[in-house]
């Protein structure tokens, strides 16, 4: 095999270096990102049943949706930082094409973050079902808009100095590409296989057995659904859709997917050897589509010029910095859970 | 110089956008001093929480947990939420305001932005793990998490406040781009990271107080316990002169003149910011402090509101006198640089700008269209053409020729304004769309091509020369 010719050892160094970065925290921005994606969903369509959704996926689910969308903020600003690195002017181009249209994923996001605690919120089993739809519609409406602008700004990002133009003296904020939708539905449903694993873990640690099937069913929908998307997708990109080491990554680890979690589907209980597979084969799934994601960009943008600036910026000093503090906070991090656990003193605190 | 940013080196054209009346700096300012108060209020309320927790673990306060309790709940919702969610919008909005400036940070801090991203992650772990567990949880570890959020707040507070010191004061990394730790640790680095790290206490003390109003169950005695042990953080306000003072004498003499008197608006600004702050800091040490008095619910709140208007002057003062620059030296606040100055004079600064003028048919001819054009490369980012800084406020009974004259020599005639950056036909250009819209946009506007008005306009700008403005009184100082 060879090596040179696999992503990211095909560019330069430096350019290799921050393709390198921006992929590792894209993927661990992504993982969070879809437990958000997956479980508003999940919780907005949910709550279009008559009575509230008090099943253990939906308790778990609301119960740790704030903290999911706080993880997965956090964790987007690292990819946030090294894009602009590896893309400058590209991406900056989209986000000022797009104006008010992206500058709205901001308050909307504030709304949806505080609609989440909300919905955590115990009193609201007991409000009005139109008002449980709308609140749990809400929710799902502002997350499913903030992955459609990101798709709308990626797509832009890729297009060429003269439709930028042309899209800027027409005044445009809607930006008209057939490959949006299908390159969103890739993401949003592959989301959730993503909280199928993330969630399942979680049940599978309190014990609760109750929905094993339905989140398997929901896994199992997101990966046909995603596959499908991706085909189309596929379709309308395909100069630019590099087959490839990662491509098959994808489809190899789609596909290991879909077989444990049938598996786990014909089970009553949760299995901690299926959803250890499945935390295997995820998250390698997701590292194969984020750089068939990345390939079909750096295919539309002409990165050559952009050599020399990324070897620049990786002169500029604070690398050891980084490295030190990521390893340290990374480690008072693993300390937290340590910490927490050995000094649990129970329930009968609280009672005190 | 070799530069170590592509946008230091090259112009580089944005489509830039028009925020209607309001001034772009509204935005960002607006946008900015929300986020650095929330932030501050965060940071603050991680350092008061890790004293309400060891008061309650020495019990020398009863109700300290009951505090920590309520007040973590008001923290976790702003702090979490809109504090996170606006620190990544003063991005996008940056981006939005000057492309050129973010991506030259980007480029340079980048790995300082990367570490400060780590304390982020250490924030939310210890954060949440205390938000969802601390009630099961012995007091060291309650300490120990209250401890880990504390540190992690504050040295995002480390890294961003070196990062935004650098934009005034580049210190020796102006003459050596590799040297970023000189960059970083600047000259007002440290009077701004004490000054704001009181700041944060004040801020979260000032929190803590109308959370104390706001708590159930607790009698007025309790309360007023609560809130003088809160004072204790406050009197740390009568360490604010001296970092400021410091941080007055270190700034560039041309920016600590625009506070003193140069400029009526920053001068303003910072009387306002040191008002409030006296305000705040008499009821703090002789209120509180010495005379132990309650503070109620509505009063704390309106020194709240006092907080914030001391933080919006001191944000305002702090971004207006780097003036003319975003980057001291190496960055226009137009995003020219001023190597490029005398380029742009020779090629025109807007001959390469690929993106059209917006709604042409509104314009009368191809001169005012491109007269629009300079408007939005040169000027655009600190000016509106009627809103906020508009244009025709400033030139409205200006002559043809005064327009003429002083565009050309802009750098001269207010110091803090970079110089004009194109060439003769464009400063006629902008004259035109300024003089149109002055006349009140008639349909048909002659074309101004007179070789004698082009020829002065040259002139004119060969005297202004291409470098910044320098008041002479100063020179001295330079």
Same mark, same amino acid.
């Given at each position: 095999m060879n090596l040179a010719a696999i992503f990211p050892f095909e560019y330069p160094l430096p350019t290799a270096f921050y393709l390198f970065w921006y992929v590792l925290t894209l993927v661990i921005h992504v993982v969070f990102m879809n437990y958000v994606l997956g479980g508003v969903t999940y919780l907005g369509l949910s709550s279009l049943a008559g009575r509230p959704n008090r099943n253990e996926l939906a308790l778990m689910l609301r119960d740790w949706m704030p903290f999911a969308i706080g993880v997965a903020i956090t964790a987007g600003v690292a990819p946030l930082l090294f894009i602009q690195i590896l893309y400058q002017k590209a991406f900056y181009t989209a986000n000022l094409l797009l104006f008010h249209r992206w500058m709205i994923i901001l308050p909307i996001l504030i709304i949806g973050f505080y609609l989440t605690y909300l919905l955590k919120a115990k009193k609201v089993a007991d409000w009005s079902y139109p008002v449980r739809v709308l609140l749990g519609l809400a929710s799902f409406a502002c997350f499913a808009f903030i992955a459609y602008s990101w798709t709308e700004n990626y797509l832009l990002s890729m297009e060429s100095q003269d439709q930028w133009a042309a899209f800027y003296g027409s005044s445009d904020i809607m930006y008209d590409n057939a490959a949006k939708l299908p390159r969103l539905g890739v993401w949003f449903l592959g989301a959730f296989a993503t909280m199928g694993m993330l969630v399942g873990w979680q049940l599978w640690y309190k014990d609760q057995h109750e929905n094993v099937k339905l989140v398997s069913i929901l896994a199992i929908i997101g990966l046909f659904g995603s596959a499908g998307c991706a085909y189309i997708y596929k379709g309308m990109v395909d100069a630019h859709f590099p087959a490839g080491p990662y491509l098959y990554l994808g489809i190899a680890c789609w596909g290991a997917q879909l077989g444990l979690w049938l598996v786990q589907l014909a089970k009553a209980k949760f299995s901690g050897m299926l959803l250890t597979l499945i935390s295997v084969v995820c998250?390698?799934?997701?590292?194969?589509?984020?750089?068939?994601?990345?390939?079909?960009?750096?295919?539309a943008i002409d990165l050559e010029p952009l050599y020399p600036l990324h070897k620049a910026a990786m002169g500029v000093a604070g690398i050891v910095c980084f490295l030190f503090f990521f390893l340290l906070n990374a480690g008072l991090i693993l300390y937290i859970f340590r910490l927490v656990k050995k000094n649990w003193i129970g329930p009968e605190m609280e009672a005190e | 110089m070799t530069h170590y940013s592509s946008f230091l080196a090259?112009?580089?054209?944005?489509?830039?956008?028009?925020?209607?009346?309001?001034?772009?700096?509204?935005?960002?300012?607006?946008?900015?001093?929300?986020?650095?108060?929330?932030?501050?209020?965060?940071?603050?309320?991680?350092?008061?929480?890790?004293?309400?927790?060891?008061?309650?673990?020495?019990?020398?306060?009863?109700?300290?947990?009951?505090?920590?309790?309520?007040?973590?709940?008001?923290?976790?919702?702003?702090?979490?939420?809109?504090?996170? =969610?606006?620190?990544?919008?003063?991005?996008?909005?940056?981006?939005?305001?000057?492309?050129?400036?973010?991506?030259?940070?980007?480029?340079?801090?980048?790995?300082?932005?990367?570490?400060?991203?780590?304390?982020?992650?250490?924030?939310?772990?210890?954060?949440?793990?205390?938000?969802?567990?601390?009630?099961?949880?012995?007091?060291?570890?309650?300490?120990?998490?209250?401890?880990?959020?504390?540190?992690?707040?504050?040295?995002?507070?480390?890294?961003?406040?070196?990062?935004?010191?650098?934009?005034?004061?580049?210190?020796?990394?102006?003459?050596?781009?590799?040297?970023?730790?000189?960059?970083?640790?600047n000259p007002t680095y440290f009077p701004t990271l004490f000054f704001r790290t009181v700041t944060c206490m004040v801020i979260a003390s000032l929190a803590a107080c109308v959370v104390i109003n706001a708590m159930p169950?607790?009698?007025?005695?309790?309360?007023?316990?609560?809130?003088?042990?809160?004072?204790?953080?406050?009197?740390?306000?009568?360490?604010?002169? =001296?970092?400021?003072?410091?941080?007055?004498?270190?700034?560039?003499?041309?920016?600590?003149?625009?506070?003193?008197?140069?400029?009526?608006?920053?001068?303003?600004?910072?009387?306002?910011?040191?008002?409030?702050?006296?305000?705040?800091?008499?009821?703090?040490?002789?209120?509180?402090?010495?005379?132990?008095?309650?503070?109620?619910?509505?009063?704390?709140?309106?020194?709240?509101?006092?907080?914030?208007?001391?933080?919006?002057?001191?944000?305002?003062?702090?971004?207006?006198?780097?003036?003319?620059?975003?980057?001291?030296?190496?960055?226009?606040?137009?995003?020219?640089?001023?190597?490029?100055?005398?380029?742009?004079?020779?090629?025109?600064?807007?001959?390469?700008?690929?993106?059209?003028?917006?709604?042409?048919?509104q314009y009368p001819n191809e001169q005012v269209i491109l007269g629009q054009k300079v408007y939005r490369f040169q000027c655009s980012v600190c000016h509106t053409i009627e809103g906020a800084n508009g244009l025709m406020h400033l030139t409205g009974a200006w002559d043809v020729d005064m327009l003429r004259k002083n565009i050309a020599k802009l750098q001269q005639l207010k110091t803090f304004m970079p110089p004009f950056s194109g060439n003769a036909q464009e400063l006629e250009a902008l004259v035109q769309r300024i003089d149109w819209q002055n006349e009140g946009q008639p349909d048909t506007w002659p074309v101004s091509n007179d070789p004698a008005v082009l020829e002065q306009n040259k002139k004119w700008l060969d005297d202004a020369g291409t470098q910044p403005g320098w008041p002479k009184a100063l020179a001295k100082s330079e």
């Amino acid at each position: 095999m060879n090596l040179a010719a696999i992503f990211p050892f095909e560019y330069p160094l430096p350019t290799a270096f921050y393709l390198f970065w921006y992929v590792l925290t894209l993927v661990i921005h992504v993982v969070f990102m879809n437990y958000v994606l997956g479980g508003v969903t999940y919780l907005g369509l949910s709550s279009l049943a008559g009575r509230p959704n008090r099943n253990e996926l939906a308790l778990m689910l609301r119960d740790w949706m704030p903290f999911a969308i706080g993880v997965a903020i956090t964790a987007g600003v690292a990819p946030l930082l090294f894009i602009q690195i590896l893309y400058q002017k590209a991406f900056y181009t989209a986000n000022l094409l797009l104006f008010h249209r992206w500058m709205i994923i901001l308050p909307i996001l504030i709304i949806g973050f505080y609609l989440t605690y909300l919905l955590k919120a115990k009193k609201v089993a007991d409000w009005s079902y139109p008002v449980r739809v709308l609140l749990g519609l809400a929710s799902f409406a502002c997350f499913a808009f903030i992955a459609y602008s990101w798709t709308e700004n990626y797509l832009l990002s890729m297009e060429s100095q003269d439709q930028w133009a042309a899209f800027y003296g027409s005044s445009d904020i809607m930006y008209d590409n057939a490959a949006k939708l299908p390159r969103l539905g890739v993401w949003f449903l592959g989301a959730f296989a993503t909280m199928g694993m993330l969630v399942g873990w979680q049940l599978w640690y309190k014990d609760q057995h109750e929905n094993v099937k339905l989140v398997s069913i929901l896994a199992i929908i997101g990966l046909f659904g995603s596959a499908g998307c991706a085909y189309i997708y596929k379709g309308m990109v395909d100069a630019h859709f590099p087959a490839g080491p990662y491509l098959y990554l994808g489809i190899a680890c789609w596909g290991a997917q879909l077989g444990l979690w049938l598996v786990q589907l014909a089970k009553a209980k949760f299995s901690g050897m299926l959803l250890t597979l499945i935390s295997v084969v995820c998250p390698l799934g997701i590292v194969g589509m984020t750089v068939v994601r990345e390939q079909v960009r750096l295919a539309a943008i002409d990165l050559e010029p952009l050599y020399p600036l990324h070897k620049a910026a990786m002169g500029v000093a604070g690398i050891v910095c980084f490295l030190f503090f990521f390893l340290l906070n990374a480690g008072l991090i693993l300390y937290i859970f340590r910490l927490v656990k050995k000094n649990w003193i129970g329930p009968e605190m609280e009672a005190e | 110089m070799t530069h170590y940013s592509s946008f230091l080196a090259d112009v580089v054209y944005f489509p830039l956008n028009d925020f209607g009346p309001a001034m772009k700096g509204m935005i960002i300012g607006g946008l900015g001093i929300f986020h650095v108060f929330v932030a501050q209020f965060a940071i603050g309320g991680g350092l008061l929480m890790c004293y309400f927790q060891w008061l309650a673990m020495t019990g020398r306060e009863p109700h300290a947990r009951q505090f920590l309790d309520g007040f973590y709940k008001v923290l976790v919702l702003i702090s979490f939420v809109i504090g996170a =969610v606006t620190g990544v919008g003063m991005w996008f909005t940056s981006i939005q305001i000057s492309p050129v400036t973010i991506g030259v940070m980007i480029d340079q801090f980048h790995w300082l932005w990367a570490t400060e991203w780590t304390f982020f992650c250490l924030e939310v772990g210890a954060g949440y793990a205390f938000y969802r567990y601390a009630k099961y949880l012995n007091d060291k570890a309650r300490l120990t998490l209250l401890i880990f959020y504390a540190f992690a707040a504050w040295m995002s507070l480390f890294w961003i406040n070196g990062i935004l010191a650098f934009q005034l004061t580049p210190g020796g990394w102006h003459d050596d781009n590799t040297a970023l730790w000189q960059g970083f640790f600047n000259p007002t680095y440290f009077p701004t990271l004490f000054f704001r790290t009181v700041t944060c206490m004040v801020i979260a003390s000032l929190a803590a107080c109308v959370v104390i109003n706001a708590m159930p169950g607790l009698e007025r005695e309790d309360r007023r316990r609560l809130i003088l042990r809160c004072a204790h953080f406050m009197v740390t306000i009568v360490l604010m002169p =001296v970092f400021g003072l410091w941080f007055l004498a270190v700034i560039p003499a041309d920016s600590r003149s625009w506070v003193m008197g140069g400029s009526a608006a920053m001068t303003m600004f910072a009387n306002i910011s040191i008002g409030a702050t006296i305000l705040i800091g008499g009821y703090a040490v002789i209120g509180l402090f010495m005379q132990r008095l309650y503070i109620n619910g509505a009063t704390a709140t309106l020194l709240m509101a006092l907080a914030f208007g001391a933080t919006a002057g001191g944000e305002f003062v702090r971004e207006g006198i780097r003036k003319p620059y975003t980057i001291r030296k190496e960055l226009y606040s137009n995003s020219i640089t001023p190597d490029q100055v005398a380029t742009l004079r020779e090629i025109g600064s807007v001959t390469q700008d690929p993106y059209p003028v917006r709604n042409q048919e509104q314009y009368p001819n191809e001169q005012v269209i491109l007269g629009q054009k300079v408007y939005r490369f040169q000027c655009s980012v600190c000016h509106t053409i009627e809103g906020a800084n508009g244009l025709m406020h400033l030139t409205g009974a200006w002559d043809v020729d005064m327009l003429r004259k002083n565009i050309a020599k802009l750098q001269q005639l207010k110091t803090f304004m970079p110089p004009f950056s194109g060439n003769a036909q464009e400063l006629e250009a902008l004259v035109q769309r300024i003089d149109w819209q002055n006349e009140g946009q008639p349909d048909t506007w002659p074309v101004s091509n007179d070789p004698a008005v082009l020829e002065q306009n040259k002139k004119w700008l060969d005297d202004a020369g291409t470098q910044p403005g320098w008041p002479k009184a100063l020179a001295k100082s330079e």
